[in-house]
């Protein structure tokens, strides 16, 4: 069962603008973590938020957490072409450090 | 860095035949996961193992199975393919909360 569900499904901008991609999710969790998925390759991730953090940096990307409403954010700042790709959210509920994938935000950006 | 690798990039097989993917991963992860990715419905796990003859199932077992004979291995079966099992599988093993994952295999079942 899907825990995460990402908004947009889809997103097309600019080089240089910034990007913003959302995820909601429906039980309590002990962390949200971020991958990123080049056409038809394995996911990479990228960063990892904990149920008692609000928000977190790496390098462009911003990933804001608010467990009151259940979602979080992704920003990436100064989109660049190499940052085409598609990008999920990801919830750990329970043991076993399983996840649960959201079905993605595929993001094209253009030069 | 951390290295998980699968057998094949690409497979073609046909209906009814028995098909194995073979995961391996170097760094002694305890917590191995096989996944199905379909467009539209994101990863789903079939099964995990959390140590070496271990194994639990996930959200879509069905016509799947798995095996893990050794720490670094994991396997998933599928007895008899269908075509409705024509998907990309991704293997991912875990160490810190974080999942690493393989390449991919495209299986297309004819």
């Known amino acids: 069962s899907q825990q995460g569900e990402e908004d947009p499904q889809a997103l097309s901008i600019q080089e240089g603008e910034n990007a913003t991609m959302n995820c909601s999710y429906k039980?309590?969790?002990?962390?949200l973590q971020w991958y990123r998925q080049n056409s038809g390759r394995g996911l990479v991730h990228l960063i990892l938020i904990r149920s008692n953090e609000r928000e977190k940096h790496s390098g462009r990307l911003r990933v804001t957490l608010d467990t009151s409403k259940k979602s979080s954010s992704l920003l990436i700042t100064a989109s660049r072409a190499a940052d085409t790709a598609s990008y999920f959210c990801?919830?750990?509920?329970?043991?076993?450090?399983?996840?649960?994938f959201g079905a993605g935000t595929r993001l094209a950006v253009h030069p | 860095d951390v290295k998980v690798t699968q057998s094949s990039r690409y497979l073609v097989k046909r209906t009814g035949e028995k098909v194995f993917l073979e995961c391996v991963q170097d760094m002694d992860h305890e917590n191995m996961f096989w996944y199905r990715q379909d467009p539209g419905l994101g990863l789903r796990l079939i099964y995990f193992?959390?140590?070496?003859?271990?194994?639990e199932k996930g959200d879509i077992p069905e016509g799947y199975s798995v095996s893990r004979e050794k720490k670094e291995r994991f396997s998933l079966i599928l007895e008899s393919a269908s075509t409705n099992q024509t998907s990309m599988y991704l293997c991912a093993s875990i160490a810190r909360e974080t999942q690493y994952f393989g390449p991919g295999t495209r299986l297309l079942v004819l």
């Open positions: 193992s959390y140590d070496v003859k271990m194994k």
């Open positions: 990801a919830t750990r509920a329970g043991g076993y450090n399983k996840l649960i």
């Open positions: 039980t309590s969790i002990n962390n």
